[in-house]
Protein backbone atom coordinates (compact mmCIF):
# COMPACT_ATOMS: atom_id res chain seq x y z
CA UNK A 1 0.00 0.00 0.00
CA UNK A 2 1.04 3.37 -0.77
CA UNK A 3 2.36 5.60 2.04
CA UNK A 4 3.44 9.03 2.27
CA UNK A 5 6.51 10.02 2.94
CA UNK A 6 7.21 12.39 6.12
CA UNK A 7 10.51 14.05 7.16
CA UNK A 8 10.62 15.47 10.90
CA UNK A 9 12.83 17.70 12.22
CA UNK A 10 13.31 17.87 15.46
CA UNK A 11 14.78 21.30 16.17
CA UNK A 12 14.91 21.14 19.97
CA UNK A 13 17.24 18.69 20.00
CA UNK A 14 20.68 20.45 18.10
CA UNK A 15 23.15 17.76 17.75
CA UNK A 16 27.42 17.86 16.55
CA UNK A 17 28.06 21.46 14.57
CA UNK A 18 29.17 20.63 11.05
CA UNK A 19 32.54 21.43 11.08
CA UNK A 20 33.06 23.28 7.92
CA UNK A 21 35.94 21.93 6.61
CA UNK A 22 33.31 18.99 6.06
CA UNK A 23 32.87 21.36 2.77
CA UNK A 24 36.95 21.22 1.96
CA UNK A 25 38.55 20.51 -1.25
CA UNK A 26 41.52 18.92 -2.65
CA UNK A 27 43.83 20.42 -5.74
CA UNK A 28 46.86 17.27 -6.46
CA UNK A 29 50.02 18.03 -9.44
CA UNK A 30 47.79 15.69 -11.45
CA UNK A 31 46.59 16.58 -14.90
CA UNK A 32 45.16 20.24 -15.38
CA UNK A 33 44.13 20.66 -11.94
CA UNK A 34 46.52 22.50 -10.77
CA UNK A 35 48.50 23.96 -13.98
CA UNK A 36 46.35 25.35 -16.41
CA UNK A 37 43.05 24.35 -14.80
CA UNK A 38 43.98 27.09 -12.01
CA UNK A 39 47.64 28.26 -12.13
CA UNK A 40 48.45 29.76 -15.50
CA UNK A 41 51.49 31.96 -14.04
CA UNK A 42 51.49 35.90 -13.46
CA UNK A 43 52.83 36.49 -17.26
CA UNK A 44 49.97 34.67 -18.90
CA UNK A 45 47.45 36.92 -21.23
CA UNK A 46 44.30 34.72 -18.79
CA UNK A 47 43.83 37.53 -16.11
CA UNK A 48 45.14 36.43 -12.99
CA UNK A 49 46.32 37.07 -9.42
CA UNK A 50 49.72 35.82 -8.49
CA UNK A 51 49.21 33.75 -11.19
CA UNK A 52 45.96 32.20 -10.02
CA UNK A 53 43.19 32.14 -12.54
CA UNK A 54 40.76 35.03 -11.56
CA UNK A 55 37.79 33.58 -13.00
CA UNK A 56 38.50 30.25 -11.04
CA UNK A 57 39.16 31.96 -7.92
CA UNK A 58 35.73 34.28 -8.01
CA UNK A 59 34.07 31.39 -8.31
CA UNK A 60 35.73 28.83 -5.82
CA UNK A 61 34.98 32.03 -3.75
CA UNK A 62 31.36 31.94 -4.04
CA UNK A 63 31.69 28.05 -2.48
CA UNK A 64 33.29 29.84 0.84
CA UNK A 65 35.95 27.22 0.32
CA UNK A 66 37.09 26.48 4.36
CA UNK A 67 39.98 24.43 3.30
CA UNK A 68 42.45 23.25 0.65
CA UNK A 69 44.27 20.28 0.51
CA UNK A 70 47.61 20.01 -1.59
CA UNK A 71 50.28 18.81 -3.06
CA UNK A 72 48.33 15.03 -3.60
CA UNK A 73 47.25 12.96 -3.20
CA UNK A 74 49.74 9.74 -4.75
CA UNK A 75 52.19 12.94 -5.80
CA UNK A 76 52.60 14.11 -1.98
CA UNK A 77 55.15 11.00 -1.38
CA UNK A 78 57.20 11.96 -4.23
CA UNK A 79 57.16 16.24 -3.52
CA UNK A 80 60.04 17.98 -2.94
CA UNK A 81 59.35 20.96 -1.09
CA UNK A 82 63.21 23.07 -1.26
CA UNK A 83 62.38 22.45 -5.15
CA UNK A 84 59.54 24.34 -4.81
CA UNK A 85 60.99 27.62 -3.75
CA UNK A 86 63.48 30.53 -4.86
CA UNK A 87 63.05 32.01 -8.17
CA UNK A 88 60.61 30.20 -10.02
CA UNK A 89 63.14 30.00 -12.70
CA UNK A 90 65.46 28.07 -11.27
CA UNK A 91 63.05 25.61 -10.06
CA UNK A 92 64.19 22.11 -11.33
CA UNK A 93 61.50 20.32 -14.10
CA UNK A 94 60.84 17.00 -12.73
CA UNK A 95 58.94 13.97 -13.97
CA UNK A 96 55.65 13.48 -12.62
CA UNK A 97 56.11 9.82 -12.14
CA UNK A 98 52.78 9.52 -10.68
CA UNK A 99 50.50 10.78 -13.53
CA UNK A 100 51.12 10.95 -17.05
CA UNK A 101 54.82 10.98 -16.92
CA UNK A 102 54.24 14.77 -17.65
CA UNK A 103 56.83 17.60 -16.62
CA UNK A 104 56.31 18.82 -13.72
CA UNK A 105 57.93 22.54 -13.92
CA UNK A 106 57.60 23.06 -9.95
CA UNK A 107 56.30 26.56 -10.56
CA UNK A 108 53.71 26.13 -7.69
CA UNK A 109 55.22 25.36 -4.83
CA UNK A 110 54.78 26.38 -1.27
CA UNK A 111 54.62 30.46 -1.66
CA UNK A 112 52.19 30.22 -4.74
CA UNK A 113 49.83 27.40 -2.62
CA UNK A 114 49.81 29.84 0.23
CA UNK A 115 48.85 32.42 -2.32
CA UNK A 116 46.07 30.81 -3.29
CA UNK A 117 44.11 29.77 0.00
CA UNK A 118 44.73 33.48 1.18
CA UNK A 119 42.79 34.56 -2.17
CA UNK A 120 39.82 32.20 -1.30
CA UNK A 121 40.08 32.91 2.17
CA UNK A 122 40.37 28.91 2.97
CA UNK A 123 43.02 26.78 5.49
CA UNK A 124 45.84 25.03 4.47
CA UNK A 125 45.81 21.52 4.29
CA UNK A 126 49.44 20.38 3.61
CA UNK A 127 50.60 16.86 3.17
CA UNK A 128 54.13 16.06 4.00
CA UNK A 129 55.95 13.19 1.73
CA UNK A 130 56.73 10.06 3.92
CA UNK A 131 57.23 7.56 1.25
CA UNK A 132 60.87 9.37 -0.69
CA UNK A 133 60.80 12.30 1.55
CA UNK A 134 62.70 11.73 5.06
CA UNK A 135 61.97 12.80 8.94
CA UNK A 136 64.39 15.69 8.59
CA UNK A 137 63.05 16.83 5.07
CA UNK A 138 58.83 17.10 6.73
CA UNK A 139 60.52 18.42 9.88
CA UNK A 140 62.14 21.71 8.06
CA UNK A 141 59.47 22.22 5.50
CA UNK A 142 57.21 22.56 8.39
CA UNK A 143 59.82 24.59 10.68
CA UNK A 144 60.03 26.50 7.04
CA UNK A 145 56.41 27.55 7.07
CA UNK A 146 55.50 28.18 11.02
CA UNK A 147 58.47 29.53 12.29
CA UNK A 148 58.27 33.21 13.53
CA UNK A 149 62.13 33.41 14.69
CA UNK A 150 65.94 34.13 13.20
CA UNK A 151 66.21 30.16 12.27
CA UNK A 152 68.07 29.61 8.52
CA UNK A 153 64.93 28.46 7.32
CA UNK A 154 62.62 31.24 8.98
CA UNK A 155 65.51 33.43 7.05
CA UNK A 156 65.08 31.79 3.62
CA UNK A 157 61.54 31.49 3.47
CA UNK A 158 61.96 35.80 4.44
CA UNK A 159 64.31 35.76 1.48
CA UNK A 160 61.56 34.22 -0.59
CA UNK A 161 59.47 37.05 -0.23
CA UNK A 162 57.40 36.09 3.32
CA UNK A 163 58.45 37.42 6.27
CA UNK A 164 55.32 36.42 8.20
CA UNK A 165 55.06 32.82 9.30
CA UNK A 166 52.29 30.58 6.67
CA UNK A 167 49.57 28.97 9.24
CA UNK A 168 49.08 25.31 8.27
CA UNK A 169 46.04 24.44 9.58
CA UNK A 170 46.32 20.47 9.06
CA UNK A 171 49.78 18.71 8.01
CA UNK A 172 49.57 14.97 6.88
CA UNK A 173 52.28 12.47 7.21
CA UNK A 174 52.12 10.79 3.75
CA UNK A 175 49.30 9.63 1.85
CA UNK A 176 47.30 6.18 1.01
CA UNK A 177 50.74 4.41 2.85
CA UNK A 178 48.49 1.49 1.80
CA UNK A 179 49.35 2.07 -1.72
CA UNK A 180 51.03 4.66 -3.62
CA UNK A 181 52.48 6.01 -0.80
CA UNK A 182 54.84 2.98 0.31
CA UNK A 183 52.98 -0.81 0.16
CA UNK A 184 53.08 -0.10 3.83
CA UNK A 185 51.12 -2.72 6.62
CA UNK A 186 49.44 -0.99 9.54
CA UNK A 187 51.77 -1.46 11.94
CA UNK A 188 54.99 -0.53 9.99
CA UNK A 189 53.21 2.32 9.24
CA UNK A 190 52.22 3.54 12.50
CA UNK A 191 55.56 3.22 13.71
CA UNK A 192 56.72 5.65 11.06
CA UNK A 193 53.95 7.64 11.57
CA UNK A 194 55.15 7.85 15.64
CA UNK A 195 58.60 8.71 14.29
CA UNK A 196 57.99 11.65 12.30
CA UNK A 197 55.53 13.09 14.64
CA UNK A 198 58.30 13.27 17.10
CA UNK A 199 59.93 15.63 15.09
CA UNK A 200 57.56 17.77 13.50
CA UNK A 201 57.19 21.00 15.81
CA UNK A 202 55.73 24.14 15.42
CA UNK A 203 55.16 27.28 17.57
CA UNK A 204 52.41 26.67 19.64
CA UNK A 205 50.05 29.21 18.24
CA UNK A 206 51.07 27.52 14.61
CA UNK A 207 50.66 24.09 15.45
CA UNK A 208 48.88 22.38 12.66
CA UNK A 209 46.55 19.16 13.60
CA UNK A 210 48.28 16.01 12.26
CA UNK A 211 46.36 13.61 10.53
CA UNK A 212 47.73 9.66 9.81
CA UNK A 213 47.53 8.32 6.46
CA UNK A 214 44.62 5.62 6.93
CA UNK A 215 42.47 2.89 5.30
CA UNK A 216 39.75 3.06 2.11
CA UNK A 217 37.12 1.26 1.32
CA UNK A 218 35.89 -1.74 4.01
CA UNK A 219 39.65 -1.77 5.82
CA UNK A 220 39.46 -1.20 9.51
CA UNK A 221 42.69 -2.31 10.19
CA UNK A 222 44.52 1.13 9.73
CA UNK A 223 41.96 3.00 11.62
CA UNK A 224 42.21 0.32 14.42
CA UNK A 225 45.92 -0.17 14.66
CA UNK A 226 46.34 3.61 14.34
CA UNK A 227 44.02 4.63 17.20
CA UNK A 228 44.99 1.81 19.23
CA UNK A 229 48.89 2.64 19.28
CA UNK A 230 49.27 6.32 18.48
CA UNK A 231 49.33 7.94 21.81
CA UNK A 232 49.68 11.63 21.44
CA UNK A 233 50.02 13.86 18.45
CA UNK A 234 47.20 12.60 16.19
CA UNK A 235 44.17 14.64 15.60
CA UNK A 236 42.83 12.33 12.27
CA UNK A 237 42.65 9.77 10.62
CA UNK A 238 42.15 9.93 7.01
CA UNK A 239 40.19 7.55 4.78
CA UNK A 240 39.57 7.47 0.95
CA UNK A 241 36.64 6.08 -0.76
CA UNK A 242 35.74 6.56 -4.64
CA UNK A 243 32.28 6.19 -6.56
CA UNK A 244 32.88 4.03 -9.38
CA UNK A 245 29.64 3.20 -11.29
CA UNK A 246 30.55 -0.53 -12.09
CA UNK A 247 32.40 -1.02 -8.61
CA UNK A 248 35.40 -2.51 -10.51
CA UNK A 249 38.83 -0.24 -11.42
CA UNK A 250 39.21 -2.09 -14.49
CA UNK A 251 35.86 -0.16 -16.47
CA UNK A 252 34.61 1.98 -14.24
CA UNK A 253 31.95 3.08 -16.34
CA UNK A 254 31.12 6.59 -18.33
CA UNK A 255 30.72 9.75 -16.97
CA UNK A 256 28.16 10.71 -19.48
CA UNK A 257 25.94 8.69 -21.74
CA UNK A 258 25.41 5.97 -18.85
CA UNK A 259 22.12 3.98 -18.49
CA UNK A 260 19.94 3.32 -15.35
CA UNK A 261 21.50 0.76 -14.26
CA UNK A 262 24.88 2.74 -14.02
CA UNK A 263 22.68 5.18 -12.24
CA UNK A 264 21.25 3.42 -9.69
CA UNK A 265 24.68 1.79 -8.82
CA UNK A 266 26.47 4.88 -8.46
CA UNK A 267 23.83 5.88 -5.99
CA UNK A 268 24.09 2.73 -4.45
CA UNK A 269 28.03 2.35 -4.42
CA UNK A 270 27.89 6.06 -2.93
CA UNK A 271 25.68 5.01 -0.26
CA UNK A 272 27.79 2.40 1.10
CA UNK A 273 29.99 5.03 2.57
CA UNK A 274 27.45 4.99 5.36
CA UNK A 275 28.37 1.82 6.68
CA UNK A 276 32.43 2.16 6.05
CA UNK A 277 32.04 5.41 8.52
CA UNK A 278 30.15 3.61 11.11
CA UNK A 279 32.44 1.04 11.31
CA UNK A 280 35.22 3.10 11.62
CA UNK A 281 33.51 5.11 14.25
CA UNK A 282 32.45 1.87 16.19
CA UNK A 283 36.53 1.37 16.37
CA UNK A 284 37.19 5.01 17.09
CA UNK A 285 34.42 5.36 19.93
CA UNK A 286 36.34 1.91 21.43
CA UNK A 287 40.07 3.19 21.08
CA UNK A 288 39.55 6.98 21.47
CA UNK A 289 36.23 7.54 24.16
CA UNK A 290 37.28 11.07 24.77
CA UNK A 291 37.12 11.98 20.71
CA UNK A 292 40.12 13.03 20.32
CA UNK A 293 40.97 11.57 16.84
CA UNK A 294 38.67 13.05 14.06
CA UNK A 295 37.80 10.82 10.99
CA UNK A 296 38.91 12.57 7.77
CA UNK A 297 37.69 11.60 4.49
CA UNK A 298 40.39 13.27 2.81
CA UNK A 299 39.52 11.99 -1.23
CA UNK A 300 36.01 10.55 -2.38
CA UNK A 301 33.83 11.07 -5.37
CA UNK A 302 33.53 9.87 -8.49
CA UNK A 303 36.07 7.97 -10.29
CA UNK A 304 34.47 7.43 -14.24
CA UNK A 305 36.57 6.07 -16.68
CA UNK A 306 38.70 9.07 -18.79
CA UNK A 307 36.77 11.14 -21.32
CA UNK A 308 38.12 9.57 -24.65
CA UNK A 309 41.32 11.78 -25.94
CA UNK A 310 42.29 12.71 -23.01
CA UNK A 311 45.44 11.63 -21.27
CA UNK A 312 44.69 8.55 -19.12
CA UNK A 313 47.25 9.81 -16.44
CA UNK A 314 45.07 13.11 -16.07
CA UNK A 315 41.77 11.57 -14.50
CA UNK A 316 39.89 14.16 -15.93
CA UNK A 317 35.97 13.61 -16.57
CA UNK A 318 32.96 15.18 -16.95
CA UNK A 319 30.39 15.99 -14.45
CA UNK A 320 26.56 15.66 -14.90
CA UNK A 321 23.59 15.84 -12.65
CA UNK A 322 24.42 12.26 -11.22
CA UNK A 323 27.22 13.56 -9.62
CA UNK A 324 25.53 16.88 -7.73
CA UNK A 325 22.92 13.69 -6.40
CA UNK A 326 26.62 12.00 -5.48
CA UNK A 327 28.26 14.75 -3.47
CA UNK A 328 24.42 15.54 -2.04
CA UNK A 329 24.09 12.28 -0.82
CA UNK A 330 27.49 12.09 0.69
CA UNK A 331 27.03 15.35 2.40
CA UNK A 332 23.64 14.13 4.51
CA UNK A 333 25.85 11.10 5.08
CA UNK A 334 29.18 13.46 6.81
CA UNK A 335 26.28 15.47 8.96
CA UNK A 336 25.11 12.35 10.39
CA UNK A 337 29.17 11.78 11.76
CA UNK A 338 29.61 15.57 12.39
CA UNK A 339 31.20 14.17 15.93
CA UNK A 340 33.58 12.01 14.05
CA UNK A 341 34.02 13.29 10.87
CA UNK A 342 35.74 16.82 11.18
CA UNK A 343 36.94 17.64 7.35
CA UNK A 344 36.09 15.94 4.15
CA UNK A 345 38.06 16.78 0.94
CA UNK A 346 36.51 15.84 -2.18
CA UNK A 347 38.58 14.83 -5.16
CA UNK A 348 39.30 17.48 -6.84
CA UNK A 349 38.98 21.05 -7.10
CA UNK A 350 39.58 21.41 -11.16
CA UNK A 351 39.56 19.48 -13.78
CA UNK A 352 40.45 16.15 -12.00
CA UNK A 353 37.67 13.50 -11.29
CA UNK A 354 34.59 14.80 -9.19
CA UNK A 355 35.53 18.61 -10.21
CA UNK A 356 33.58 21.76 -9.35
CA UNK A 357 35.04 23.63 -12.26
CA UNK A 358 36.21 22.71 -15.71
CA UNK A 359 38.32 24.63 -17.54
CA UNK A 360 39.31 25.01 -21.41
CA UNK A 361 41.88 27.42 -22.21
CA UNK A 362 40.79 30.65 -20.92
CA UNK A 363 37.15 29.44 -20.64
CA UNK A 364 35.74 27.78 -17.53
CA UNK A 365 32.46 26.23 -16.46
CA UNK A 366 30.51 25.42 -12.88
CA UNK A 367 29.74 21.87 -13.01
CA UNK A 368 26.63 20.31 -11.02
CA UNK A 369 28.72 18.99 -8.63
CA UNK A 370 29.60 23.22 -7.83
CA UNK A 371 26.42 24.13 -7.57
CA UNK A 372 25.70 20.99 -5.12
CA UNK A 373 28.51 22.78 -2.70
CA UNK A 374 26.89 26.70 -3.59
CA UNK A 375 23.79 24.92 -2.31
CA UNK A 376 24.78 23.28 0.66
CA UNK A 377 27.07 26.33 1.60
CA UNK A 378 24.19 26.92 5.00
CA UNK A 379 25.87 23.89 6.12
CA UNK A 380 29.25 24.84 7.48
CA UNK A 381 29.46 25.34 11.02
CA UNK A 382 25.66 25.01 11.27
CA UNK A 383 24.28 22.90 14.21
CA UNK A 384 22.82 19.43 13.13
CA UNK A 385 19.34 18.54 13.77
CA UNK A 386 17.73 14.61 13.98
CA UNK A 387 15.74 14.04 11.10
CA UNK A 388 13.01 11.25 10.86
CA UNK A 389 12.33 10.28 7.38
CA UNK A 390 8.78 7.44 7.99
CA UNK A 391 7.40 5.51 5.28
CA UNK A 392 10.55 6.47 2.67
CA UNK A 393 10.04 4.69 -0.91
CA UNK A 394 13.01 2.47 -2.37
CA UNK A 395 13.66 3.22 -5.99
CA UNK A 396 14.45 0.08 -7.45
CA UNK A 397 15.60 -1.21 -10.37
CA UNK A 398 16.12 -4.98 -11.40
CA UNK A 399 18.02 -6.73 -8.48
CA UNK A 400 18.55 -3.34 -6.42
CA UNK A 401 17.01 -1.27 -4.65
CA UNK A 402 18.13 2.54 -2.86
CA UNK A 403 16.06 4.71 -0.30
CA UNK A 404 13.82 7.32 -2.76
CA UNK A 405 14.63 10.25 -0.52
CA UNK A 406 17.45 11.66 1.72
CA UNK A 407 17.37 14.19 3.95
CA UNK A 408 19.59 16.18 6.32
CA UNK A 409 18.82 19.41 8.32
CA UNK A 410 20.75 21.85 10.43
CA UNK A 411 20.19 24.98 12.18
CA UNK A 412 22.48 27.56 10.27
CA UNK A 413 24.90 30.11 11.51
CA UNK A 414 22.43 32.85 10.96
CA UNK A 415 19.98 30.71 13.35
CA UNK A 416 17.85 29.87 10.62
CA UNK A 417 16.66 25.83 10.05
CA UNK A 418 17.93 24.55 7.21
CA UNK A 419 16.83 21.11 5.15
CA UNK A 420 18.58 19.16 2.39
CA UNK A 421 15.99 16.49 0.52
CA UNK A 422 17.81 14.42 -2.30
CA UNK A 423 15.10 12.40 -4.62
CA UNK A 424 17.10 9.27 -6.18
CA UNK A 425 15.05 8.18 -8.20
CA UNK A 426 15.37 8.97 -11.90
CA UNK A 427 11.99 8.54 -12.64
CA UNK A 428 9.37 10.00 -10.20
CA UNK A 429 8.61 13.04 -8.69
CA UNK A 430 7.97 12.64 -4.94
CA UNK A 431 6.23 14.02 -2.17
CA UNK A 432 7.54 14.33 0.91
CA UNK A 433 5.72 16.18 3.92
CA UNK A 434 7.79 18.46 6.41
CA UNK A 435 7.26 18.60 9.96
CA UNK A 436 9.21 20.22 12.43
CA UNK A 437 8.76 18.75 16.02
CA UNK A 438 6.91 20.47 18.33
CA UNK A 439 6.66 22.95 15.93
CA UNK A 440 5.36 24.38 12.67
CA UNK A 441 6.62 24.21 9.41
CA UNK A 442 4.33 27.03 7.73
CA UNK A 443 6.74 27.13 4.64
CA UNK A 444 10.23 26.46 2.63
CA UNK A 445 12.43 28.50 0.66
CA UNK A 446 15.70 27.86 -1.27
CA UNK A 447 16.47 26.30 -4.64
CA UNK A 448 16.72 22.82 -6.59
CA UNK A 449 18.79 21.81 -8.74
CA UNK A 450 17.58 18.65 -11.56
CA UNK A 451 17.44 18.25 -15.36
CA UNK A 452 16.03 16.41 -18.17
CA UNK A 453 18.77 13.91 -18.10
CA UNK A 454 20.07 11.78 -16.02
CA UNK A 455 23.78 12.56 -17.41
CA UNK A 456 22.41 16.47 -18.03
CA UNK A 457 25.88 18.47 -18.06
CA UNK A 458 27.36 21.69 -18.88
CA UNK A 459 29.65 22.57 -21.66
CA UNK A 460 31.51 25.33 -22.30
CA UNK A 461 28.90 25.80 -25.48
CA UNK A 462 26.40 25.54 -22.80
CA UNK A 463 27.67 26.32 -19.20
CA UNK A 464 24.50 27.11 -17.70
CA UNK A 465 22.53 23.90 -19.21
CA UNK A 466 22.35 22.83 -15.63
CA UNK A 467 22.34 25.10 -12.63
CA UNK A 468 19.43 25.54 -9.63
CA UNK A 469 16.65 27.46 -9.96
CA UNK A 470 14.67 28.73 -6.67
CA UNK A 471 12.03 26.72 -5.33
CA UNK A 472 9.03 27.58 -2.47
CA UNK A 473 6.12 25.80 -1.08
CA UNK A 474 3.79 26.33 1.15
CA UNK A 475 1.51 24.52 3.86
CA UNK A 476 -1.90 24.41 2.97
CA UNK A 477 -4.79 23.31 6.13
CA UNK A 478 -1.56 22.82 8.36
CA UNK A 479 0.33 19.93 6.14
CA UNK A 480 3.24 21.17 4.17
CA UNK A 481 4.11 19.23 1.18
CA UNK A 482 7.20 18.91 -0.72
CA UNK A 483 7.43 18.27 -4.28
CA UNK A 484 10.83 16.63 -5.15
CA UNK A 485 11.42 16.47 -9.01
CA UNK A 486 12.36 13.32 -10.38
CA UNK A 487 16.76 12.84 -9.67
CA UNK A 488 16.91 16.15 -8.02
CA UNK A 489 18.84 18.14 -5.05
CA UNK A 490 16.76 20.65 -3.15
CA UNK A 491 17.95 22.79 0.00
CA UNK A 492 15.71 25.29 2.03
CA UNK A 493 15.07 27.16 4.77
CA UNK A 494 12.28 25.84 6.84
CA UNK A 495 9.78 28.54 8.12
O1 LIG B 1 42.70 11.60 -6.30
C1 LIG B 1 43.47 10.82 -7.14
C2 LIG B 1 44.34 9.82 -6.41
O2 LIG B 1 43.54 8.87 -5.78
C3 LIG B 1 45.19 10.34 -5.29
O3 LIG B 1 46.40 10.86 -5.70
C4 LIG B 1 45.44 9.13 -4.45
O4 LIG B 1 45.65 9.42 -3.10
C5 LIG B 1 44.20 8.28 -4.69
O5 LIG B 1 44.55 6.99 -5.01
Known amino acids: AWAETVVTIDAAKPGAVINKNVYGQFAEHLGTGIYEGMWVGPDSPIPNTKGWRNDVVDALKELHVPLVRWPGGCFADEYHWREGIGPRKDRPVKVNTMWGGVEEPNSVGTHEFFDLVELLGADAYVNGNLGTGSNQEMAEWLEYMTSNTKSGLAELRRKNGRDKPFKVAYFAVGNEAWGCGGNMTPAHYTNLYKTATTFLKAPHDNRPKFIASGGNDHDLTWTSTLSKEVKG ?189 VNTNPNKETEVTVNVAGGKAGAVQGSVLTADAMDAHNTFAQPEAVKPVPFTAQAKGGKLSVKLPAKSVVVVNVE
Open 233 to 421: NIDGISFHYYTIPTGKWEVKGAATGFGEGEWISTVKNTLAIDKMIANNVKVLDQNDPQKKIGFMVDEWGTWYDVEKGTNSGFLYQQNSLRDAVVAALNFNIFHNYAERVRMTNIAQMVNVLQAMILTDKDKMLKTPTYHAYHMYVPFQDATTLPVAIKDNASYKLGNTAVPQVSASAARGKDGKVYLAL
